[in-house]
């Protein structure tokens, strides 16, 4: 590898591993926890001793961590990377890498007042900002960053950049004013569209979003706009198209080059599983591999900020359907939305509910249909807490009172599915189609869970799969049904079946193909109460 491809490799090692790294003690993470308030990474060992979080001084009072085994692995890959690479840096790489990484910004003293120069270092210390994508806020008073004085900071406050509700009126092809302006090319509507507030990560009916538009046409002016605002780059559009798979497919060489250096997955696969790297051509996997070489940053700055946005947009309209056996809730949800004019009551489950009341014990509470279908639609599945809990002059915090698990604490269904959502994924089953064996009769799962053919149908199409009629042949599959599953693991079980044969508590596994399994009602069940395509037991 020559001096210069390996200098652009360790920038791009300095990128992901500032992901990786404590916020606390700045170094890389030792075993791993994510805040549940703010989805920074710390190691777990600070956590008792914070009252804020380190990176952007949210408060943390309630707050719980998200502990997922598959970060450690990515921590210590990171770790023996910069364990094999550190000893080829050169002196050049390691002080810009310290820059870059640095939380202070300091100026030299002028020749002609060095003093006044040294007065000020401190204030612009305390003002310092992480580098990374935070050139993306808006300029406003509204969008300042709050300071701190010893670590890293970023976007704090949700409520400096509400999406503006009246310029997203779509029209019948679901479009926003901005898709519109993309599609069009009108760069002087792009900006004051964007400047009020315009939502970059907006679906049309077909799945695109204004990124994907502007990357169809050529346009690396508006991308390099759209991308100062929070996009999301990695979007699944029609087909699981991402806006990178479009710019390798239609050939604009410096758009991909664009999309790689913010982050974009080179890996990602659309429906029928092709990556963008494996569309390109010689030449455009050169430009891929060297913009990957090149990494300005990664996308973790965009989803936290994203996610905190739709968490406080998400109070300013609370459609609430409570499931709580408990009159003494119900009666309380009447009295707090005659005090509070954004909580409404809903009667019926519908994708208009925005908040649904349980019964939990310690954080977890039991598996229901409507349960699951709350998971599916993405909504805050809360402890009935939160009502019990509330005021007619305050309501409570909804992180505080989240429902970790259903049926397990390990089951993170409801946070995942809004995470899911927030993120404009696709449904947990996209890419898999089922047949319901012998499903005639309702079949009792557990007291709390009864399903029908009918009931279970419902469940997988809003989580975007597909339930057949007959059951599939494994030789005659057709064409248009061979398709991967967008949420299976990468290189696990699934990653190449399209089919699933379920069966009631006893099951014949009849067929355990790489495109067609026949899998019991529990896994099916499993996977909808963590919101994640479980690998096959």
Known sequence: MSTEKLDKFLKALDAVKQDYTCGFC????????????????????????????????????????????????????????????????????????????????????????????????????????????????????????????????????????KFNKGIEKRNNKGETALHVACRQGKIDNVIELLKQGANTNTKDNAGWTPLHEVVQNGRLDLVKILLQ??????????????????????????????????????????????????????????????????????????????????????????????????????????????????????????????????????????SSLDILQGVVYGVWILSSKWITKSTEDKLEPFK????????????QGPKNARYNKYKQLPGIFNGCHFYLHNFNIKYEITKSLIVTKTTLSKLIVDAGGIVLRRVPNPELIPEAERLVPYHAKKGGKLAECSHYIIFRDMYEPMYNMSHIKALPIGWLIECLEKHELCEPW
């Not at 310290?98 to 612009?124: F, G, I, L, Y």
């Not at 659309?270 to 913009?291: Q, R």
């Not at 505080?400 to 089951?411: L, N, Q, T």
């Open 26 to 161: 700045d170094k890389l993470c030792n075993n791993p926890v994510t805040l549940d308030s703010c989805y920074h990474m710390i190691c777990s060992k600070h956590f008792k001793s914070l009252s804020a979080c380190p990176t952007c001084n949210i408060p943390l009072v309630h707050s719980k961590v998200i502990t997922d085994v598959r970060l450690e692995s990515c921590v210590n890959s990171a770790k023996q990377l910069c364990d094999i690479f550190d000893k080829f840096r050169t002196k050049n790489v390691l002080e810009e890498s310290k820059t870059e990484s640095s939380v202070k910004v300091t100026k030299k003293p002028s020749k002609q007042n060095p003093s006044a120069n040294a007065n000020t270092s401190d204030k612009e210390n305390k003002s310092a900002t992480k580098t990374t994508n935070l050139k993306q806020i808006p300029a406003s008073k509204d969008n300042q960053v709050r300071n701190k004085n010893n670590h890293n900071t970023t976007i704090t406050s949700t409520a400096s950049f």
């Open 400 to 411: 505080d009172y989240e429902v970790e698990g259903i049926g397990s604490k390990s089951y």
């Open 229 to 366: 605002y929070n996009t999301l780059i990695d979007v699944p559009g029609q087909s699981n198209e991402t806006p990178l798979h479009e710019a390798v497919r239609y050939n604009h060489k410096d758009i991909a080059e664009e999309l790689v250096k913010n982050g974009a997955d080179l890996n990602a696969r659309n429906c029928k599983g092709e990556t963008p790297m494996a569309l390109a051509s010689k030449e455009m996997k050169n430009i891929l591999y060297t913009a990957a070489e090149n990494l300005i940053q990664t996308q973790g700055v965009n989803i936290t900020f994203i996610s905190e946005l739709y968490t406080e947009l998400d109070f300013d309209d609370i459609r609430v359907y409570c499931v709580s056996q408990y009159r003494t809730v119900h009666n309380k949800i009447k009295l707090l939305s005659k005090h509070h004019s954004n909580v409404h009551i809903e009667a019926k489950l519908t994708n208009k509910v925005t908040h649904m009341i349980v019964d939990d014990e310690d954080g977890v509470c039991a």
